[in-house]
């Protein structure tokens, strides 16, 4: 079917960059390892192929520099570029395997399918429609003859691989099993470690890699990514447990196979089949070493469930990732190891927190966390929306390892104090409904969250550059305090506007309002004294409270 037809994935430009100069370029894995230094980004046709496309990134990453120690990884990070002996080797040794269309061994594909019927090509791009399932952008249909590039077909099938919904696929054979389980990284947000240029960032997301010693852990000696596998191609699907880490960033949820016009001068992808592929045993499905993941110990009334396992941080619509700052950023309890820990971090913020402590990085660097991920529906067979969201990572309260109980209570009541609110936001509105019998007014959490993002942002920032000068508190004080005014600022202008909706509605309607307005102002003040009593029996000694000045109370805070 594809004769001579080749696209190497090595040399042929099909990775969507950005440079330092903001110009959006393509370039070929050859040349993002050489020109990471002047690149800036990653950034794919949707949020999950931009994460998909760091994940197998980052396996090349890790399996061509496999630095076992800090020191290796520092000689890396000292480099202009990443053109070493070790990428002249790779690139010798496994060209091959990155050939979209090899003879053989078709890149992250499975030449035991080329006897099976393909379908459109609109079954490997989300928002294309294909047979019943639902679209997020586009109105063409599986009867319309969609192509592809090679190009545009190697980022869809990366992305495929990764994110994938479940729900019935091609039969592989007569009386195959169709039914498969939506792809892996559907079941967590997806974390970036971000740094001044694409260089950076791959490195800042380089683990220490020895599979000879369980680096990183449940990385056994056998681990290799599936361009590496030779038993890959299989048509029976399969349930196994991950190898190591490169194994499961390369993950072979689903067999696939390309088909193209037949042109090798100027080839379209026009087909493809899409089979189940290789299911990850229940041992792997907590995401205990999935390493691009955040993991929360679910809390009730206030507590952590201890005996119940630790689930991922998620990307919700409207509530903003930074809910979730505690997992995100810091290090697990100290009392605790990190497999009893309540929460855990991506993995990478741990390295950096050593490397920073070694001196290898700068204590005063700010760093970027994105967050990439998508929702399905209830069957988990159609997406719904892709996210994405960024959270500011300060290096200094990623390693302050003294302090981090405290740190912790800090940041953990400041989003709780959020969420507090925004409970009382939905049952001001729930109380109207129920008694009165009327259309509600404009959702409050869409006025409520968004714009709680920008001050939470900058209440880190500022909580970081406490970490690092502050001597008496002040400025954590004041970090602390500007966050709860906020808070306050925003939960009150949403109510004003909810109010609002409902006076033009009619006097009885707004009468009504007022009345579930009142009790909301009044909780909404108890709430923010318990928070500062909250934070303050954290954030100050003894001789601190001292150096505390009056504060005049604020707007929504009963005096």
């Known amino acids: 079917m594809w004769g001579e037809m080749r696209f190497n994935l090595l040399d042929e430009p099909w990775i969507p960059v950005v440079t330092l100069e903001g110009a959006s370029v393509e370039v070929g894995l050859a040349d993002l390892f050489g020109r990471s230094g002047s690149l800036c980004r990653l950034v794919g046709a949707s949020p999950t192929m931009t994460a998909a496309l760091y994940r197998l ?6 399996r061509v520099f496999r630095p076992a120690t800090d020191e290796d990884w520092a000689q890396l990070w000292e480099r202009d570029d990443l053109r070493t002996r070790q990428w002249e080797d790779f690139l010798a040794r496994d060209r091959n395997s990155f050939d979209l269309f090899h003879p053989e061994r078709p890149f992250l594909q499975s030449r035991s399918l080329s006897s099976v019927a393909p379908s459109g090509i609109a079954r490997l791009v989300p928002f294309r429609a294909s047979g019943s399932n639902a679209t997020l952008f586009d109105h063409t249909t599986s009867a319309d003859r969609l192509t592809l590039s090679p190009a545009e077909a190697a980022r869809w099938l990366v992305t495929l691989q990764c994110y994938d919904p479940g729900g019935l696929k091609s039969g592989a054979y007569p009386k195959a099993p169709r039914s498969s389980e939506r792809a892996p990284a559907n079941n ?12 950076e960032t791959l490195l800042l997301n380089l683990l220490s ?3 000879l010693i369980d680096q990183p852990p449940g990385t056994g000696v056998q681990d290799r990514p599936s361009w590496e596998d030779t038993e890959v191609g299989g048509p029976e699907p399969v349930e196994r447990t991950p190898l190591g880490w490169t194994d499961l960033l390369t993950w072979p949820s689903r067999r696939v196979l390309l088909t193209t016009d037949g042109d090798p001068d100027d080839p379209v992808v026009d087909g493809v089949v899409i089979t189940p592929g290789t299911r990850l045993r229940p041992v792997a499905e907590d995401q205990e070493h999935e390493w691009m993941a955040a993991l929360r110990r679910p809390i ?3 507590t952590a469930r201890g005996n119940s396992k630790r689930y991922p941080v998620r990307l919700e619509e409207q509530r903003g990732v930074w809910r979730h700052a505690e997992e995100l950023l810091l290090a697990a309890e100290q009392r605790r190891n990190i497999e009893q820990s309540d929460r855990r971090r991506p993995a990478a913020l741990d390295a950096i927190a050593r490397r920073t402590e070694y001196g290898l990085l700068p204590e005063d660097a700010v760093f970027t966390l994105r967050v990439f991920g998508q929702q399905l529906d209830s069957k988990q067979a159609v997406v719904q929306t892709w996210l994405e969201e960024s959270v500011p990572a300060p290096v200094a309260l990623l390693r302050t390892e003294s302090e981090r109980e405290r740190l912790g209570a800090v940041v953990g009541h400041s989003c709780r104090l959020a969420d507090d609110v925004g409970f009382l936001l939905r049952r001001l509105d729930k109380g109207y409904r129920e008694d009165f019998a009327v259309k509600s007014p404009p959702a409050l959490e869409v006025s409520y969250w968004p714009q709680l993002t920008a001050p939470f942002h900058t209440f880190i920032l500022d909580l970081g550059a406490a970490m690092r000068s502050d001597r008496n508190g002040s400025q954590e004080h004041a970090a602390v ?3 709860r ?3 306050a600022r925003v939960a009150n202008a949403a109510a004003d506007r909810w109010v609002y909706g409902a006076a033009r509605r009619g006097a009885r309607e707004l009468s009504l309002a007022g009345k579930h307005d009142g009790r909301f102002r009044a909780e909404l ?3 923010l004294v318990l928070y500062r009593r909250e934070v303050g029996a ?3 000694s003894d001789d601190r409270r001292e150096q505390r000045t009056d504060h005049r109370p604020d707007e929504g805070e009963p005096t």
């Open 300 to 302: 009730v009334r206030g």
């Open 481 to 483: 305090e500007a966050w």
């Open 485 to 487: 005014r906020a808070v």
């Open 188 to 199: 967590f947000g997806c974390v970036v470690v971000e740094g001044g240029t694409l260089k």
């Open 209 to 211: 890699y020895d599979p």
């Open 538 to 540: 954290f954030l100050y």
């Open 57 to 62: 990134v980052l396996a090349v990453t890790h």
């Open 525 to 527: 003040g108890t709430r």
